[in-house]
């Protein structure tokens, strides 16, 4: 991979990278289209990365679906596919990790202990052998593409940070490889958290301002649909700090479960 990478380099060809653990659907391919308009060649990685699963976490279940990945990266245009085992990507007796200490503590990091731990670490040996110029990352994981931001700008990587867009079905769900978890019941009761969010943005857009009082509310909705809240929070876009008067750019994330399947979602209100 990195042999490929400094070859084109060398001829001045421009390289995106689009970090997945595969399982792809269209919000991956969203970003594939993304990182095509920014770069000459494009690579889009697939691995799924053991250290940011905790022990009681779904690593073995997840889903694995590599030749289906393979070609959807072919019909989508992608110049590469880096598909590293375990093996490959970890030493027997490794024993240096990357650890962002502010960002990383609340949210999701406050659920799932040692998680971005191990996400820091594999975009770190992610963007030293595929060389990017620029990476694209997704919107729905908006606490994981800010600690990725900070980690570029603390330990100097000279790659540019793309935060696209979520990418949802038509009635509003979050696409999510941990969908296909999902029973019938489970994947109608998981519509609450797009629900909550749009009802964030109309209480912002009827004058509520109270950060903490919005948040129950919205825990309510959660808790109405059926399902099971890890989280609700009103943060500031850029220090994830929660938020006491809401305001235009404010961002409310959540994480729900629908059955045992662990969901989050975010809008950037106004």
């Known amino acids: ?88 990507m970890y030493a027997a007796d490794h024993s240096v990790y990357i650890t962002e200490e502010r960002l990383g503590t609340g949210l999701c990091g406050a659920s799932r202990p040692g998680h971005f731990r191990g996400v820091c670490t594999i975009v770190a040996k992610l963007f030293n052998l595929v060389l990017p110029h620029v990476a694209v990352f997704g919107q729905k994981d908006y606490q994981q593409a800010a600690i990725i931001r900070r980690l570029v700008r603390d330990l100097n990587f000279p790659v540019e940070i793309v935060v696209a867009p979520i990418v949802r079905e038509p009635d509003g769900l979050a696409l999510s490889s941990r969908n296909r978890y999902l029973s019938a019941d489970e994947r109608r009761r998981a519509l609450g958290l797009s629900r909550a969010l749009r009802s964030a943005q109309e209480a912002l857009n009827a004058g509520q301002t109270d950060g903490a009082a919005l948040c129950m509310r919205l825990r309510e909705v959660l808790t109405a649909d059926g399902l099971r809240v890890d989280y609700v929070a009103a943060i500031d876009p850029d220090t994830l700090e929660p938020i006491a008067q809401l305001r235009k750019g404010v961002v409310i994330a959540l994480a729900a479960f629908a059955g045992q399947t662990r969901l989050i979602d975010n809008v950037a209100l106004g």
């Open 1 to 88: 991979m990195q042999r490929w990478a400094l070859e084109q380099r060398a001829t001045g060809r421009r390289i995106g990278c689009v970090p997945t653990m595969g399982c792809l659907h269209e919000g991956h391919l969203s970003l594939v289209r993304c990182a095509l308009t920014r770069a000459d060649r494009v690579v889009l990685t697939l691995f799924v990365n053991p250290t940011q699963f905790g022990p009681s976490e779904d690593f073995s279940r997840y889903p694995r679906t590599v030749e289906r990945d393979i070609e959807l990266c072919r019909a989508a245009g992608v110049h590469a596919v880096f598909l590293p085992q375990a093996i490959d």
